[in-house]
């Protein structure tokens, strides 16, 4: 087998398991969408010196299913009260090889959000809100620990980031029945559908893919966003809701994470698949800034079937993570206004069942990056 063969049956193996870090956050109220910004396929990152890729990634989910804790509140959907967010999401990114372990990205992301709720609008009638436009552009270099041309059935690549606040945290829409004497009133749409979050923060990135068995990979990956700033001023209006909520009038600006593990396997000359496991969230507190504002923390553990297809320079992957374990824990302010009043005080967000990402690349070869022979035999069918 030529070593060009042998590099693509590597990068294709793990495509599958790596095609939607583009898109990675579980659809859900209390995590916005976010995607690392060296965190895309292993086919991606796998380059030659002066190599481009480009490619894109879209992201859906709708958000219903209200959780306090780990406990779902099924009467919010038998009563139809319950929050629905749709959420449609477009990442366009490049990656540019700089040499064949050094690699640098740019993702701009997009998005269409809408909101439909009841207590946003005086809680007798239901509306929608509605946002959409760039959202946080990112920046960021990784690098393959180990080198790609010797190291070829396992491996890690370190990556650090830089998100900048492109997006729109105060965009508004027309809320009903909320002003003087019942009239509509323009305010800044809910903080899980603004299209970014107003803070610059820093990406902390790692994925790995190690060989356990003939066109077998285990594979790994995971990023952390640091928000260092800690509110960006704008009004959520929650106060208005109740005076107790006055320690929830400005949103924060706060962390977010995401972890995967699986197997992948390659099903022939052209597709493979792969089964893992994600776990994603919101942090109840940031690693670095404070902590005051409003914020929704809550995390997912969601398995995660994917499927891939690679030919030539050309590869689309599709992967729908489904939840199995939902968790809205107390945040800061609940704790505060628990304190404050002497009763138990645990806010509620809405989580997706399942969410769908597609992506799709090219990759522009300037030159093909060469395999030790010793490593021929290791990818024979």
């Not at 959520?236 to 949103?251: G, K, Y």
């Not at 199995?324 to 945040?331: D, I």
């Amino acid at each position: 087998m030529r070593a060009t063969q042998s590099l693509t049956i590597l990068c294709f193996i793990v495509t599958s398991f790596l095609g939607s870090q583009m898109a990675r956050a579980q659809g859900c109220v209390a995590i916005r969408h976010f995607s690392s910004c060296v965190g895309t396929t292993l086919e991606n990152n796998l380059l030659g010196a002066g190599d481009i890729q480009i490619g894109s990634n879209y992201r859906y989910f709708k958000s219903f299913r209200h959780f306090r804790g780990t406990e779902e509140e099924p009467d919010r959907v038998a009563n139809e009260t319950e929050v629905i967010n749709h959420s449609h999401s477009w990442d366009f990114f490049l990656t540019y090889g700089v040499t064949d372990r050094l690699y640098a990205s740019i993702t701009i992301p997009t998005v269409i959000n809408t909101r439909s709720s009841l207590y946003e609008h005086g809680r007798d009638e239901r509306h929608t809100t509605f946002s959409r436009g760039l959202a946080d552009i990112r920046v960021g270099m990784g690098y393959w620990v180990f080198d790609p041309v010797k190291h070829m059935n396992g491996n890690l690549a370190l990556g650090l980031g830089l998100k900048l606040p492109t997006g729109s945290y105060n965009a508004s829409d027309i809320f009903y029945n909320v002003g003087p004497e019942g009239s509509p009133q323009v305010r800044p749409v809910d903080q899980s559908i603004q299209p970014g979050d107003g803070g610059f923060g820093i990406t902390v990135d790692f994925q790995f893919y190690q060989k356990i068995a003939e066109r077998f990979f285990a594979y790994g990956g995971g990023f952390y966003l640091i928000n260092p700033r800690e509110t960006n001023g704008t009004r959520t209006f929650r106060e208005t809701l109740s005076p107790i909520l006055q320690n929830e009038a400005i949103m924060a600006v706060p962390d977010q994470f995401s972890l995967r593990a699986g197997v992948s396997h390659a099903f022939g000359a052209n597709f493979s698949g792969s089964l893992g496991a994600r776990y994603e969230g919101v942090p109840v507190k940031d690693l670095i800034g404070g902590n005051k504002g409003f914020r929704r923390p809550g995390n997912v553990l969601s398995i995660d079937p994917g499927i891939a297809f690679m030919k030539n320079n050309f590869s689309l992957n599709l992967n729908v993570p489904f939840a199995v374990r939902r968790e809205r824990p107390q945040s800061v302010t609940d704790k505060e206004t628990e304190e404050m009043t002497g009763e138990p005080r645990n806010g509620d967000a809405a989580f997706a069942d399942y969410l769908i990402n597609v992506g799709i690349s090219y990759r522009f070869g300037s030159k093909k990056v060469k395999v030790d022979p010793e490593l021929m035999d290791e990818f024979k069918n």
